[in-house]
Structures are given as C-alpha cells and as structure tokens.
C-alpha cells in the first residue's frame, strides 16, 4: 500500500513532467528548434539570457514542489472534507462538462484579484518580484515564483474543492488546461491572428501580448484567462491594441536575428 510520501513523490513526479514536457517543450520549439520561423512572431526581439532561463527553471522545480504538496492535501488528506466526488454520475456528466468552464471563471477572478494584491508597494518586493525579474520572459516562466507566491498560486486547488461540488478528473483536465493557457501567456510569441484583439471574443480573451506586456511594464493587465476584469476595472494597458497590430503589421526581415547570447 501506498504511503503518503510515495504519493507526494508521484504526484511531485508528474507536475515536473508535465511542466517539462510542456513548459520545455514550447521553449524548444519556439527559441531553439523553429526560431527563425517564428521570428516575426516574437513579441520582444531579443533573447533573455542564458541565466534568466535558468532561473525560470529552477523556480519552477520549487512551485511544482509545493503545488504537489498542496494537491496531496487536497486530495487526500483533507478530502472528506472537501466537495469533491467519486462517482460522475451523482451529478451527470452533464454538470461534469459544466464545472470545467466555471472553474476557469472562479481561477480568473481569484488570480486577478491575488495579482493586483500582490502588486502593491508592500508585497511586491517580497513576493512577486522573483516572478518579474523576467521581464522578457519564456515559456519555462510559467511557474517561476517565490515560495510564498507559488502558495497563492495554489491555493486555487482548495478554493475550488471546498467551494464547488467536482470531480476530481475534472480538476485535473482543468489543472491541465491553465497550465497550457499559462504557458502561452509566457511564449513571448502571439500565436493569434491579426486584429483577433478586436473581434467579439478576441476582446474578452488574455493573449501573449497583453501578458508579455504586464512583464515588460510591470503594470496592467493583471488578468490570466480573460480580460474581462482588466477591461472593467480599467486595468487593461491602453497601448495594448497598439502593441498587438504593431507584432502582426511587422515587415518580415528575411535574414533578421534574433539577438542574445546563444
């Protein structure tokens, strides 16, 4: 039988992985394998240091370390406590289909609100710097913050299993989901189409621009998923809509560089 350290090391065993294989895997791709390609795709045009990257990384290792512990709790050793089921058909999958959006909706307002908390004068130095010092940040950024940071990070885990009745499949797909949408936010590459911030959708939805944007200014655009708090707060930066047509309205230079160390 599993003891509750096998369990931590399993469960601290497949976020690593999952932050490799997906974190690691983008960075590969878009700064090694396809650099030249996506070249005009690249928000800021230059290369954060080999130690910058580093970094990332090794902050990293710490969150998934504490992400783990917190999941374990969760899951395990506060579980008859919390609103998560066992079988999917107690609710239908219907309601198990609907959680997942919801979840993104609750994670959202939370991370925006944390965001801007940690903003302030007091806090940001002691909490959310470790996460600024990239300012041109990758994928491998995802989940580089100071111990403290990465527990409000994951507190998300026991808001939602005390709060909403779900399924624990269904809170690991959405553990999944915002991580993938967290690494696209630190690409350092839009991915999305000309003038998508413009459209219907396109103007409630957080792209790379806007968070690489929060990165490089420190201030504005505080959301994760959507903009809809940014927009009704009067957050959102008001060269944003600039900032966005200026990447896709860039003229190709066919033997541009990038520049950095290599």
Known sequence: METITDLWVKIAYYISLRYLLIAGGAYFVFYILFKKQFFQRKIQLILPKNKRVLMEVLYSM???IIFASIFLLVMVVFRPHTNLYKDITEYGIGYYIFTIPVMFIIHDTYFYWMHRAIHHPKLFKHIHFVHHQSTNPTPLAAYSFHFSE????ALIIPIIAFTLPVHPTALILFLLGQFIINVYGHLGFELFPSNFQKTWIGRWINTSVAHNQHHKYFKGNYGLYFLFWDRWMGTLRTDYD??????KNRKKHAHGELQGNQ
């Open 62 to 64: 710490q969150t998934t």
């Open 150 to 153: 990465s527990i409000l990070e």
């Open 242 to 247: 600039e900032a966005f047509d200026e990447l």
